[in-house]
Protein backbone atom coordinates (compact mmCIF):
# COMPACT_ATOMS: atom_id res chain seq x y z
CA UNK A 1 0.00 0.00 0.00
CA UNK A 2 1.39 3.15 -1.18
CA UNK A 3 1.13 6.39 1.36
CA UNK A 4 -0.99 8.15 -0.90
CA UNK A 5 -3.96 5.01 -0.70
CA UNK A 6 -3.19 4.49 2.98
CA UNK A 7 -3.68 8.33 3.31
CA UNK A 8 -7.03 8.08 1.07
CA UNK A 9 -8.01 4.94 3.31
CA UNK A 10 -7.45 6.91 6.50
CA UNK A 11 -9.55 9.83 5.41
CA UNK A 12 -12.89 7.75 3.68
CA UNK A 13 -12.55 5.56 7.04
CA UNK A 14 -12.78 9.29 8.89
CA UNK A 15 -15.56 10.87 6.84
CA UNK A 16 -17.27 7.45 7.41
CA UNK A 17 -16.99 7.01 11.18
CA UNK A 18 -17.56 10.67 11.64
CA UNK A 19 -21.48 10.48 9.79
CA UNK A 20 -21.84 7.39 12.07
CA UNK A 21 -20.89 9.49 15.51
CA UNK A 22 -22.51 13.03 14.08
CA UNK A 23 -26.20 12.08 15.11
CA UNK A 24 -25.06 10.02 18.64
CA UNK A 25 -26.49 11.98 21.84
CA UNK A 26 -28.31 15.29 20.32
CA UNK A 27 -30.34 17.07 22.35
CA UNK A 28 -32.67 18.63 20.48
CA UNK A 29 -33.70 22.43 21.00
CA UNK A 30 -37.37 20.95 21.68
CA UNK A 31 -36.04 18.77 24.28
CA UNK A 32 -33.77 21.34 25.83
CA UNK A 33 -36.79 24.05 26.08
CA UNK A 34 -34.62 26.63 24.39
CA UNK A 35 -36.45 26.97 21.28
CA UNK A 36 -33.79 29.90 19.40
CA UNK A 37 -36.91 31.87 17.22
CA UNK A 38 -36.61 31.46 13.17
CA UNK A 39 -35.25 27.90 14.13
CA UNK A 40 -37.24 24.38 14.22
CA UNK A 41 -37.55 22.66 17.47
CA UNK A 42 -35.01 20.01 16.28
CA UNK A 43 -32.52 21.69 15.41
CA UNK A 44 -29.22 20.29 18.11
CA UNK A 45 -29.15 22.12 20.89
CA UNK A 46 -25.21 22.82 22.10
CA UNK A 47 -23.87 21.35 19.22
CA UNK A 48 -20.19 19.85 20.06
CA UNK A 49 -18.58 18.70 16.65
CA UNK A 50 -14.62 19.40 18.52
CA UNK A 51 -15.63 16.65 20.66
CA UNK A 52 -16.79 14.56 18.19
CA UNK A 53 -14.22 15.11 15.84
CA UNK A 54 -11.76 13.62 18.87
CA UNK A 55 -13.94 10.50 19.41
CA UNK A 56 -14.26 10.23 15.40
CA UNK A 57 -10.31 10.52 15.23
CA UNK A 58 -9.81 7.56 17.53
CA UNK A 59 -12.26 5.43 16.44
CA UNK A 60 -10.64 6.16 12.91
CA UNK A 61 -6.98 5.28 14.06
CA UNK A 62 -8.06 1.48 15.44
CA UNK A 63 -10.50 1.03 11.91
CA UNK A 64 -7.94 2.38 9.50
CA UNK A 65 -5.30 0.25 11.39
CA UNK A 66 -7.48 -3.02 11.21
CA UNK A 67 -8.20 -2.16 7.50
CA UNK A 68 -4.43 -2.00 6.70
CA UNK A 69 -3.61 -4.78 8.12
CA UNK A 70 -5.81 -7.16 6.37
CA UNK A 71 -4.48 -5.23 3.45
CA UNK A 72 -0.83 -5.36 3.77
CA UNK A 73 -0.99 -9.20 5.02
CA UNK A 74 -2.81 -10.06 1.68
CA UNK A 75 -5.32 -11.68 3.29
CA UNK A 76 -7.82 -9.81 1.04
CA UNK A 77 -6.48 -8.73 -2.36
CA UNK A 78 -7.93 -6.96 -5.90
CA UNK A 79 -8.22 -10.87 -7.44
CA UNK A 80 -10.73 -11.56 -4.56
CA UNK A 81 -13.50 -8.34 -6.57
CA UNK A 82 -12.62 -9.56 -9.89
CA UNK A 83 -15.93 -11.09 -10.59
CA UNK A 84 -15.59 -11.15 -14.02
CA UNK A 85 -12.28 -12.76 -14.46
CA UNK A 86 -10.64 -9.52 -16.43
CA UNK A 87 -7.44 -9.34 -13.99
CA UNK A 88 -6.58 -13.26 -16.04
CA UNK A 89 -4.25 -15.50 -14.23
CA UNK A 90 -2.07 -14.90 -11.09
CA UNK A 91 1.63 -14.17 -12.05
CA UNK A 92 0.80 -14.02 -16.03
CA UNK A 93 2.50 -11.45 -18.43
CA UNK A 94 0.41 -8.74 -19.95
Sequence with gaps: ???TAAIVLFAMVWFMVFFIVLP???TSQGE???VVPGTPSSAP???VVAR???LTTLIAVVVWAALSAVILSGVISVRDFDIR???GPE???P
Design 1 to 3: MTI
Design 24 to 26: LRV
Design 32 to 34: AGA
Design 45 to 47: AGF
Design 52 to 54: KAR
Design 85 to 87: GTL
Design 91 to 93: GAQ
